[in-house]
């Protein structure tokens, strides 16, 4: 299998071009789509089609796209939207590749429109026309001369792939580009995203090599796995900045629960894009920004900012911002200050902000900035400068930037003024160093830096669906739920709910329903006094707002006075609920306890989602603020997930209280992650008051909402992001040696990088159809940190001198088709030969017929004899290759 072309590329460097509806009427879409690609030099064959000229601009023009002589790579479409679908129509006849449809008029203009629009796509998938818009401005790819849309001007060549849902933001951006040296290794406007989309086009961008960061604008996801699956995959790769407008559309009210109350979609979003690696910026203002500067000339890493400033206003305002916006000031080395104090007046601030004082020249400022350079608690640096008296704006930025030079610390400054600290600026921006006139936004972009650092490790983590600790009971959890829906019970009892906590192992507190005053009493008094009373009712969820909740109760005869007012206090402010009886558990008394609440909702676009917030009456009054993650969810993510809510939760030391057992809670959530992950019945979760103190945590109360799941649904079908798969992880014996095949991880890089280079340049020649000799950084992430849900990668490993070893690969990546997958196989050369090919296609071929792929394919050389007789062996049917007479292409038949 070859990764170095993508399907998409004869869409985006095309090497022959139709524009239909070519012009030379003024202000025409047609006319400026002709002037764009004569101004753009392109190198390729542009032809024009309109029956109602003879010529465009001097070139020849063609009644229609089926009378040009050759077969064409792209036609772009800019006539009325009646007459699309049958141009569309001419197009896939006459063999054309690509379409992008300009022409507006369709879905977004009511019900005719939406007609057309399914003509168009229905045209397209028939012939197997790829399709991008309608509605649209168009694509550009600056470096190919390729300028397909109707703005105005042209795009200079550079290392951003622009990618947008607005035509309108896409033109505003391009303006703004060109004078300020800002350039694109590709331009596309979606439009109506009919059907190439923002999946398909983010795996273009991490396979071209023109693209080095990645910037979208989304108002919109049609298909969210695709997007999530894709938008990791580019992020693995190169930095993908987002702005996003809107929210989703509210999904049916969470009529059961609060928690559902607690995550708006937007949380969610942000917490995919977080997992996803991906930094989302707030407004074009910032995403200018970034182009400018981000990633030019640092490595991002932590978010502790140092800011060096000569006046003690802008770095308060700094502080204040960076407080606001969740930025920790970094904490300077008792080092650092010593140096600092040596060097700098008496009167310095000797804290962040460092205040140099205001008469501070070039030498002061390097010897502030240098100081934080070399701390190790330090991130980034923000160096701020007010043009007073005895200030020299342009020679401290000089200073500065030589000292930038030297470091992959991110600097930023800002030269707050105007007229003097003009050619300072200039500076800067000529050495890619970001530069502000206010402190606030130079913090916002550090905050965006440290995020993509922040999300970068959030990416990095595969968690599996269990973690590596007593199993839970499955089968009897699915046993729970299973008799539940055969009642058509959509909601479990609360002892049916903490079956299920019990089963995944999280501490609760046991319950026990009585069903009359005198059973309560011999119940309670098993349990022990004292004892908490509350209504068991399918009907009634927040159980103290109907008056079926009684605390504290410590002798028999308060627990047979209470079983008789929950019963008449319920029956009264809740007529329609059908009373089971009344719960009894013991009274939870934890003076240090904090109460808090772990649940799970499905998001509309995103599927379960962890919520974690503080408990009890808080949560139904809508008083507690949350944090969200999506799940699988590992230490590290759990972590990440508690830090975000650490002050909201209350889970430091606490006025007298000490600091909650950390391992108790990740615990609880892991396993709830565990919960979410492998019963995809489950659409709801509370467990509030889950109480946390120094001694561990207790499940007080559970209630679990469930529904019916396809029959057809795949294991991890419910999830955005697909558990590492470690239940594909085989191992057996060979020569003496324990050989285990399993799923690649992130972890494998090295080893990877190892196998590689160690391979005969015969093999690798075999493999790669190049003389390649081992692979590049941004090649081992795309082989290592894959998607499980669209692709699959085992490797067998081997022990050598008490070290694991990679002894053979083989991969598939599932096709755009969604039917068909490629495949790739490679073994060390001294285990050839061993049948080792042979058990890892078969683990390979078993995956992919069970993720119900229909045919898998591989491109071989025609001189591999070996491995053409190996394929043929296991089915394949081979054929020659339609584009390469020098390879064979095999099939074999999944169903």
Not at 38 to 46: I, S, T
Not at 241 to 250: D, F, S, T
Not at 366 to 394: F, H, K, N, R
Not at 613 to 631: F, I, Q, W, Y
Request: glycine share 8%; hydrophobic share 40%.
């Amino acid at each position: 299998m070859n990764y170095e072309q993508h399907y998409l590329t004869s869409l985006f460097e095309p090497k022959s071009i139709a524009i239909v509806g070519a012009s030379e009427t003024p202000c025409t879409v047609g006319t400026v789509l002709v002037r764009n690609m004569l101004d753009g030099a392109y190198k390729g064959k542009l032809f024009c089609v309109n029956p109602k000229h003879e010529t465009v601009f001097g070139m020849k023009s063609y009644d229609s796209v089926e009378s040009i002589p050759q077969r064409l790579d792209l036609a772009v479409i800019c006539t009325l939207p009646e007459t699309v679908p049958a141009i569309v129509e001419a197009c896939g006849r006459a063999g054309t590749r690509n379409v992008i449809v300009i022409s507006g008029g369709f879905s977004e203009a009511g019900p005719r429109g939406a007609s057309l629009e399914r003509a168009v796509i229905e045209t397209a998938r028939r012939h197997r026309v790829r399709l991008i818009g309608p509605n649209c401005l168009g694509i550009m790819r600056p470096g190919a001369g390729v300028n397909l849309t109707f703005a105005h001007g042209g795009a200079n060549p550079g290392t951003i792939g622009l990618v947008s849902q607005s035509g309108a933001l896409c033109t505003a951006i391009l303006d703004w580009a060109q004078p300020n040296n800002v350039g694109f290794s590709t331009v596309v406007s979606l439009g109506g995203s009919s059907d190439v989309d923002f999946g398909e086009i983010l795996d273009y961008l991490v396979s071209d090599p023109k693209t080095e960061n990645i910037f979208l604008y989304i108002e919109g996801i049609k298909n969210p796995r695709r997007f999530m699956s894709a938008l990791r995959a580019a992020a693995r790769c190169k930095p993908v900045l987002l702005i996003k407008v809107g929210k989703h559309a509210a999904g049916e009210k969470a009529a059961l629960s609060h928690t559902g109350s607690l995550v708006g979609a937007d949380d969610v979003f942000d917490a995919a894009l977080r997992r996803a690696g991906v930094v989302r910026l707030g407004n074009v203002g910032q995403m200018y920004a970034a182009a400018s500067a981000l990633f030019s000339h640092f490595r991002p890493r932590g978010n502790r900012l140092a800011i060096i400033t000569n006046g003690g206003g802008p770095g308060a305002m700094a502080a204040d911002h960076a407080a606001d916006i969740g930025i920790p000031l970094a904490r300077l080395s008792d080092a650092t200050t010593k140096k600092l104090t040596e060097l700098l007046p008496p009167t310095w601030s000797k804290a962040n902000p460092l205040d140099i004082i205001g008469d501070a020249d070039p030498q002061r400022y390097a010897a502030a900035l240098t100081a934080c350079i070399e701390d190790d608690g330090v991130d980034g640096v923000l160096a701020i400068l007010t043009p007073q008296a005895m200030t020299d704006p342009t020679q401290v930025a000089r200073t500065l930037l030589d000292i930038a030079v030297k470091t992959d610390k991110p600097l930023v400054t800002c030269w707050m003024g105007e007229a003097q600290v003009h050619e300072a600026r200039l500076l800067f921006k000529g050495a890619g160093i970001p530069t502000f006139r206010t402190p606030e936004p130079a913090v916002e972009l550090f905050s965006h830096i440290s995020a993509y650092y922040r999300n970068q490790q959030l990416l990095m983590q595969t968690p599996a669906a269990i973690a590596d600790h007593v199993p839970p009971r499955l089968e009897s959890a699915k046993l729970v739920i299973e008799t539940a829906l055969s009642e058509g019970r959509k909601m479990l009892n609360e002892m049916e709910s903490k079956a299920l906590l019990a089963a995944f192992r999280i501490p609760i507190a046991q319950t026990v329903v009585a069903r009359s005053p005198s059973e309560a009493m011999v119940l309670a008094e098993e349990i022990g006094l004292p004892v908490v009373m509350k209504i068991d009712s399918p009907q009634i969820t927040h159980k103290t707002d109907s008056g079926g909740v009684r605390l504290n109760l410590n002798s028999l005869a308060a627990v047979r006075d209470a079983y008789n007012e929950i019963l008449d206090d319920v029956k009264k402010n809740r007529p329609d609920a059908i009373l089971h009886g009344v719960a009894i558990e013991p009274m939870i008394q934890k003076a240090n306890g904090r109460e808090l609440m772990v649940g799970m909702v499905k998001d509309e676009i995103f599927g379960p989602t962890i919520v974690f917030s503080r408990g009890g009456t808080d949560v139904e009054t809508g008083r507690s603020r949350r944090a969200v993650a999506l799940p699988p969810l590992n230490g590290f993510l759990v972590r990440d997930l508690l830090e975000s809510a650490r002050d909201m939760a209350r889970l430091g030391e606490f006025r007298n209280m000490p600091a909650v057992n950390q391992e108790a809670l990740e615990a609880v959530l892991l396993r709830v992650s565990e919960m979410v992950c492998e019963l995809p019945w489950i659409s709801e979760l509370d467990i509030n008051p889950l109480i946390v103190d120094e001694q561990g945590a207790v499940a007080v109360d559970a209630r679990i909402a469930i529904e019916n799941i396809p029959l057809t649904a795949s294991r991890y079908d419910h999830m955005a992001i697909h558990p590492y798969p470690s239940h594909l992880v085989t191992s057996y014996q060979k020569d003496g040696r324990t050989v285990t095949i399993r799923p690649i991880k992130p972890e494998d890089a090295d080893i990877e990088s190892d196998f590689v280079r160690k391979l005969s340049a015969e093999t690798k020649y075999f493999r790669f159809m190049n003389t390649i000799r081992e692979l590049g950084q941004s090649q081992l992430i795309r082989l290592t940190q894959i998607d499980y849900d669209r692709e699959m990668a085992f490797i067998a490993v081997a022990e050598k001198d008490g070290e694991e070893v990679e002894i053979g690969v083989c991969r598939y990546a599932t096709n755009p088709d969604g039917e068909s997958c490629e495949f790739a196989i490679v073994v060390a050369d001294d285990w050839q030969g061993k049948g080792l090919a042979r058990r890892l296609m078969g683990v390979l071929i078993e995956t992919a017929r069970s993720r119900g792929l229909k045919y898998m394919n591989g491109d071989f050389l025609s001189e591999n004899g070996r491995m053409l007789a190996f394929v043929q062996s296991l089915g394949f049917v081979m054929s020659p290759h339609p584009e390469d007479s020098g390879l064979k292409r095999g099939v074999l038949t999944l169903d």
